[in-house]
């Protein structure tokens, strides 16, 4: 599937659209240049989420986790925001934990997941934002 939009402000429409094409696929990997808008597309999805914490990029951290009450069970779930661009190795990504993230029951959105690819679930989405014009995004989604 493919959406192209022109501007922030239709982050939303293509939120919506990810959360219907992945039939409830929680993990999901972002793909994309440095500035293509990966966190701040995760930033609409968890506020579509009902996160109510500040969501901000990972990347020193590595990992950011974030609470939100599930609109049907009304239980606590989570969400993990990883952002992988400083690691090194496939090590490194074992040493935080890599596989604890990807094989819960939590929401999982992970930018620069290269590294870790031959690891990856087989049930999830990946995302990739190509930029064009200042601010036009075009996002590609693919269900594995």
């Not at 990807?102 to 990739?128: G, M, N, Q, R, T």
Request: charged share 30%; net charge negative.
């Amino acid at each position: 599937m493919e959406i192209t939009i022109q501007s922030i402000d239709e982050l939303d429409k293509v939120v919506k659209a990810l959360l219907e094409f992945s039939e409830g696929r929680k993990k999901m990997m972002l793909y994309g240049e440095i500035g293509a808008g990966k966190t701040t597309f995760i930033q609409k999805i968890c506020k579509h989420l009902g996160v109510k914490e500040a969501v901000l990029s990972p990347t020193f951290s590595l990992v950011n986790e974030y609470t939100f009450q599930d609109k049907t069970s009304q239980k606590e779930q989570y969400v993990h925001h990883l952002d992988l661009y400083r690691l090194k190795n496939e090590q490194e990504a074992l040493d935080i934990g890599i596989e604890d993230y990807l094989y819960d029951d939590s929401y999982c959105f992970i930018e620069w997941a290269e590294i870790i690819e031959h690891w990856l679930p087989d049930d999830l989405v990946k995302i990739y934002i190509k930029i064009f014009e200042e601010s036009g995004r075009t996002f590609t989604l693919e269900k594995n």
